[in-house]
């Protein structure tokens, strides 16, 4: 099991004290990256909220890529399985 590292991260101007495994540092600070630039890009369009507001608003679009995405990725993971499984077929088909 790896190891759990203690990285601080920025979100929203809050500091946080949080451990990742090491393999997980890099993809934590680009997700931290995209939040603190959607508060930015949040904050830009509806002026004078509080940080508060701009971050329930990143968390909810950040939650709808999520469920947004998901099928997509399946089908395409589902279209690079069916591709490798033709190619071996061919192989067999080939063999014989």
Aim: without cysteine; glycine residues 4%.
């Amino acid at each position: 099991m790896d190891s759990l590292i203690p990285i601080n991260i920025v979100i929203g101007d809050r500091s946080y004290r949080i451990k990742v495994a090491a393999v997980d540092e890099e993809a934590v600070r680009k997700t931290v990256k995209q939040i603190n630039d959607k508060i930015i890009e949040f904050k830009t369009g509806f002026a004078g909220k509080d940080m508060q507001d701009y971050v329930a608003m990143v968390l909810v679009w950040y939650a709808s890529q999520v469920t947004q995405q998901t099928p997509a990725a399946q089908q395409i993971e589902l279209l690079e399985l069916q591709q490798e499984l033709n190619k071996l077929e061919q192989r067999v088909k080939d063999a014989l």
